[in-house]
């Protein structure tokens, strides 16, 4: 059996393992301690936001926004049908109702043009949407000019939801650093990992304020256990900051490492018949969480993204389809959709390749070559 090769498994830094003593020494192993404050910090100062809270996931941290932001029931919040399903979920959660809108084929982002039509359509009907979630699908900026244009002229918040894309740049700034309350993922998949974990950031101190509060079951001040309003159990541990912080101090090599991936497959799979790459947009510069490609069958003598995929499989190497949009998916069944069927046509023809920052170029050979073999 060849050796195993995942989409996008955690790379060590090497100093995890320093901050996890450092963790274990001072016995800070509850959800409390220094590594927190300094893994925070960090992140504030990396993406350039003035504040940050360290938190379990990046569900959570998107939880906590929409709720900070007074979402609850009978609220309209826009969010892409183009992305994981973690994006729409905590708009339920609240009891608010979800509406999706289509892509653009170009960045596969959120669409400006059908985003302003869905809020023009709810505006007519009275019912403004209390917030607007961005995404940046496999760590491509969206086109933030365009939507942040469309959030102010209709003064509907802007929640950026950088999960994917830590590292990622738009006209030279962080991603994360563009909403009224952005979010991030430290998954075990993701660019830089706490294992599992997530941040919410906004420059609004009061927001990170009351995330923080809300993280930690809400508890008011007082020497005894009071609470005036439903919290919720969502801090990240002193230990997993530990991680993060190790974690952190590499991104911009990690980040390095996963464009040269990209840049690889582009190279070696540009010039197959009926192969194309999400493109990077004017003023953008994407982390490439994940190089990803699409497959027309018209065009590439039969070839498609699932003969690639089993290919791979065979061979002991992982790959992925793109995200369903969630307008297919039956839990959002009669959910309001926005759009064409682009999200549909890249859910149809996309793959997602292996896109682990530890990738050898003898592993990248490897992939391309057998992509190569399965081409007519």
């Known amino acids: 059996m060849m050796k195993k090769i995942w989409v996008s498994p955690p790379h060590q830094s090497g100093n995890e393992l320093k901050y996890i003593q450092e963790a274990l020494d001072s016995n800070y192993l509850a959800p409390a301690g220094p590594h927190i404050e300094a893994f925070e910090q960090s992140l504030s100062e990396y993406v350039c936001v003035g504040h940050a809270a360290a938190l379990s996931s990046g569900t959570a941290a998107l939880h906590l926004a929409l709720k900070i932001l007074d979402v609850g029931p009978g609220d309209i919040v826009i969010c892409p049908t183009f992305t994981f399903t973690a994006s729409a979920n905590p708009i339920v959660y609240l009891?608010?109702?979800?509406?999706?809108?289509?892509?653009?084929?170009?960045?596969?982002?959120?669409?400006?043009?059908?985003?302003?039509?869905?809020?023009?359509?709810?505006?007519?009907?009275?019912?403004?949407?209390?917030?607007?979630?961005?995404?940046?699908?496999?760590?491509?900026?969206?086109?933030?000019?365009?939507?942040?244009?469309?959030?102010?002229?209709?003064?509907?918040?802007?929640?950026?939801?950088?999960?994917?894309a830590l590292g990622s740049m738009y006209k030279?700034?962080?991603?994360?650093?563009?909403?009224?309350?952005?979010?991030?993922?430290?998954?075990?998949?993701?660019?830089?990992?706490?294992s599992g974990g997530g941040a919410i950031l906004s420059d609004n101190e009061s927001f990170i304020s009351k995330a923080k509060f809300l993280s930690t079951q809400a508890k008011d001040e007082a020497p005894h256990y009071q609470h005036s309003e439903i919290g919720y159990n969502y801090r990240l541990s002193n230990v997993s900051a530990g991680i993060g912080r190790a974690q952190l101090e590499v991104i911009e090599e990690r980040v390095k490492q996963r464009r040269s991936n990209f840049q690889f497959y582009q190279r070696e799979l540009k010039n197959l018949p009926g192969i194309s790459f999400q493109n990077e947009a004017k003023h953008s510069c994407s982390n490439r969480w994940l190089s990803c490609i699409l497959i027309d069958p018209l065009v590439s003598n039969g070839l498609t993204r699932e003969s690639i995929r089993l290919a791979l499989l065979k061979e002991n190497i992982e790959s992925r389809p793109l995200w369903k949009p969630l307008h297919l998916q039956r839990v959002f069944k009669g959910v309001s959709y926005f759009g064409g069927n682009i999200s549909e046509r890249l859910f149809e023809l996309g793959l997602c390749l292996p896109s682990g920052s530890d990738l050898s170029d003898e592993d990248l050979s490897r992939i391309t070559l057998l992509i190569k073999l399965k081409c007519p």
């Open 95 to 164: 009891g608010a109702t979800p509406v999706f809108v289509d892509s653009e084929m170009s960045s596969w982002n959120m669409c400006a043009d059908v985003l302003e039509s869905a809020v023009k359509h709810y505006i007519h009907r009275g019912k403004k949407p209390k917030a607007i979630i961005g995404v940046h699908i496999y760590g491509m900026p969206v086109r933030l000019d365009e939507i942040l244009s469309i959030s102010h002229k209709y003064e509907i918040p802007f929640v950026e939801d950088a999960a994917e």
């Open 172 to 194: 030279g700034r962080k991603v994360g650093s563009f909403g009224t309350m952005s979010i991030l993922s430290f998954n075990g998949n993701k660019i830089i990992t706490t």
